[in-house]
Structure formats: C-alpha cells, structure tokens
C-alpha cells in the first residue's frame, strides 16, 4: 500500500526521513568511535545504549518510509512494518537493559523482560494490534526515561545543566515527533502534520545528539560519590596541596605524595616513557592523574570516570595559573588555605565539603 504517491509531497517526505535517518547514524558512528577510543572504555557502557537506540530509530524510519513511498506487494508491505516495529522495540529493549543497569531503582529489569516479551510477541500479530503494542511500548519507554530524567536532575551540576535540559526537550520533542509521523495521522488527520511530525523527529535527534556531544557519559552523574582524595605535587615530590574529600581520612599526606610521585617515576623508567601515567589501578581504587609543566596532580578515586580525568585536567591548569610563584619557590603548601579551597570547590562542585573545610581552617 502507497500513502504518498508522487509530487512535492513525497520529495519534502524523502528529504526530511533521510535527515532523520542521517543523524541517526552519524550520532551512532560518533557514540562507537567515542568509546573505543577512550581510555577508560567499559564493556556495559551508556553509550552503547544510545548507539543501539539510534540504529533501531534509522531501521524504523528507513522501513516506514519505504512503505509510505513505495507500492509493495502485500507480503514485502507486512515484511517492511513489521521490520520497523521489532527493530525500533529491539533498540528500546537494548537501551533498558543499560538504562536499568545505571540507575540505583530496585526495577529488577522488569522492564527488558516486558520489552523483550512484547517484541516477540509483535513478529506473530495482526499490524492493527502491531500499532496498539508500539503504543504501549512507548508508554514503558516515557516511565523508564522518566525514573533517568528524575535520577540526572538530582546528580546535576553546572556543568550539566544545560545538557540535561537540551536531552530533556530533545527526547520531548522527538517523542511527540514520533506519534505524530504515523500512517493513522497521514490518513486521518492529512499529510501536513505528519510532515510536520518527522519534522519533530529530526529536530529532537539534533537537540539529543547535541546533549551527548558536550555532556559526560551519563553513567559517570554519581562521579562526586567517587572521589576520595587530591594530591598537587611539585618537583622532587615535595607536596603543594592535598584535600581529602570524604571525612575521617587520617594519612601523612607528604609521606603519600613522595610515594605517588616515587612510584610514577619507577613506572616511566621500566617503560622508557618521557610521559607520565594518566590513569594507575591500585586494589580498588584508582590514581588519576595529570601533568602540568611543573606540578603533578593525582587524584584518588573509586572508579575511572572519564568526567574525573577532565576534571583533573582543569584543576591542574587553574592551580598552575593560580599559584605559579609559590610552585617556583617550593613554599609551605597550601592544604587548607582558602584559595586552594575555593579551586577546589570552583572544579568540583561540592560546596558543603569546603564551607566545613573553611570552618576547621
């Protein structure tokens, strides 16, 4: 069956569902290369999840439009919308299974189980009833993204925020886009705000693949809860600064600083590297560190977030540039002192740590 014979109606149709499709892949090509190059890759990893969710959506819309465009005997018409359905509902399922696998709900991936029984189930129905379960799939995916929005919101920062908002209308936006490019409206309604609709869908991919360009992995939100301590060290592994983000910690800090830096440098002779180590695995903690012309900071962590190595990196730049003399001259350091305090909270974001830090010093 043929929806869109030929005209301007089927061109504007083409190029906005080849837009759709385009992005799609292109924010998938990027989310793949992104991991495999990063350092600190993980097998279960979010990105993943939004690479498989943006394959499913260029099947879906690529299937769709083929039978929107296209008079297909009756056969190739079922193989063509049934191929969107389980490949959109495949991608959703992908993506609550990783969704799941973040989030601290008690879900016990209820809902890949109902995702993966309701795809199954729709490769054996009726298109009619096909349509009532996509609808009902999507309800699954408004309350699971829904439990995401409220967990990102209560994990963000300033330098999220934005992000947040712009996945937050990005997934809005593509989702009504979605509703509304479908066969029942072209019908019903009239091909203007079935247009307008893809139109919708290209526009939310753009917004929500532009919250994924400039924001972190969204696993990595809970990245404050990681942090444990921060060494600045200075040539000859004198010690210039240290701050200890969780209370209780009692260690002689210089006698750490000279060990990490001791330990660093035994590492760069036995591989014959002029540069430093960005990331050690010690036990169950991690050393992240970052160079800078002369100063090495190391902070120690509980999980290799890659927001924690970009975090470590400013830190390093801004304290080189804040206190470049009293590096220089190796003065006394500058644990508890109320700039370094201010940097800290300034990079890291953990106001209650430095008002209580401010009030001991």
Do not use: C
Not at 8 to 18: E, F
Not at 121 to 132: H, L
Not at 153 to 169: P, W
Not at 270 to 288: A, M, P, Y
């Amino acid at each position: 069956m043929q929806l869109i014979e030929q005209g301007l109606l089927r061109d504007i149709t083409i190029v906005l569902s080849s837009g759709v499709i385009f992005y799609s892949l292109f924010f998938v090509f990027y989310l793949i290369t992104t991991w495999a190059r990063s350092p600190l890759r993980k097998v279960i990893d979010v990105r993943f999840a939004w690479a498989i969710f943006l394959l499913g959506l260029a099947t879906n819309t690529f299937s769709f439009l083929l039978t929107d465009i296209t008079l297909l005997p009756q056969v190739e018409y079922i193989f063509w919308i049934k191929t969107g359905y389980i490949s959109l509902m495949i991608a959703v399922t992908g993506f609550f299974f990783a969704l799941e696998r973040i989030l601290p709900y008690k879900t016990r991936f209820s809902f890949t189980i109902i995702g993966f029984l309701i795809t199954s189930i729709t490769a054996f129905v009726p298109q009619d009833i096909m349509r009532v379960m996509a609808y009902g799939f999507g309800s699954l995916v408004f309350v699971l993204l829904s439990l995401f929005f409220q967990y990102f919101k209560a994990h963000t920062t300033e330098d999220t925020k934005f992000s947040y908002q712009l996945l937050f209308s990005g997934v809005l936006i593509g989702f009504i886009g979605f509703i509304l490019r479908n066969d029942v409206v072209l019908v019903n309604v009239g091909p203007e705000l079935y247009l307008f609709g893809i139109f919708l869908l290209m526009v939310g991919i753009l917004m929500f693949g532009g919250s994924i360009l400039q924001s972190p992995a969204y696993d990595e939100l809970d990245w404050a809860e990681q942090i444990n301590e921060l060494y600045v060290i200075a040539d000859g592994g004198i010690l210039m600064f240290y701050h200890s983000f969780q209370e209780g910690t009692r260690i002689d800090e210089d006698l750490a600083a000279a060990g990490i830096s001791g330990f660093q440098e035994l590492l760069k002779e036995i591989t014959e590297s002029d540069e430093g180590f960005r990331r050690v695995s010690i036990g169950s903690n991690e050393i992240l560190f970052s160079h800078g012309t002369s100063i090495v900071t190391a902070l120690v962590a509980k999980a290799p977030y890659g927001i924690l190595l970009d975090k470590v990196d400013d830190f390093t730049e801004k304290f080189e540039m804040l206190f470049s003399e009293r590096i220089h001259q190796k003065m006394r350091p500058l644990t508890g002192e109320l700039p370094a305090l201010l940097l800290i909270e300034n990079v890291f974001h953990n106001p209650e740590e430095v008002t209580s830090q401010k009030k001991s010093a």
